[in-house]
């Protein structure tokens, strides 16, 4: 449980100068876009990266503004997730590999369509070079955890050609391996204006339509 702790404050830390809109808390953002399951000696987690999470990482890596800007054009292109499937044995760590999860990775959007993993000889050049950048930070940050983190990038357009996850507007979706299973519901709270209870004005949070305490209908 301290590990997985650990790895929530760290990705949090990491979004304390994200250059999302004012009214977005960055911190609760990233926690939206991360999953956690089981307790060790086994555990599954993922992170989700929208391509606005390359701005934060962008600045904490100190990228020029510009190429940040076509790396985010670029990465809005794909569904970007970090993922950790992890056991303790004999007191140490044991990770899957990328080749052991990506055989049974798939991606299924709100309509049911499938995705499957892009094949690393897909990736653009821009994203090759941006996860290049990412990986060292990362397992510097986590240690052993970022060693484990294996990512994978998916195709984030139907095959109409439209974009079919959007942090920001109602949809989910769900990212699934082996028995394990990950669903996303949007739009995430952090994205959304805050609502208010009619009662007695209290702050709720975005995606709410009604006052837990009151069961009034927030405005």
Known sequence: MKLILFLLFSFATLATNAQLPKSVNSGEFVMECLKNAGELPHNEMVLWIPADFWRIVGEQM??????????????DNYMMFCVVDCSLENQQLIFRSADEIRSSLKLIDSAKMIYLPIAEKD?????????SRFEGPLEKMLGQFGTGMRIFLFDAKNE????SFNEMKPN???LTWDQVKFTWNLPFSSVLPAKYCPVDNEPMKGNWQYCPFHGAKLH
């Not at 100190?62 to 990465?75: E, F, G, R, Y």
């Not at 990736?123 to 996860?131: E, R």
């Not at 109409?160 to 974009?163: D, P």
């Open 172 to 174: 989910r979706f769900t």
């Open 160 to 163: 109409k050609g439209v974009v």
């Open 62 to 75: 100190k990228i020029p503004a510009d190429m940040v800007d076509n790396l985010v054009s670029d990465m």
């Open 123 to 131: 990736i653009s050049p821009n994203a090759a070079l941006l996860l």
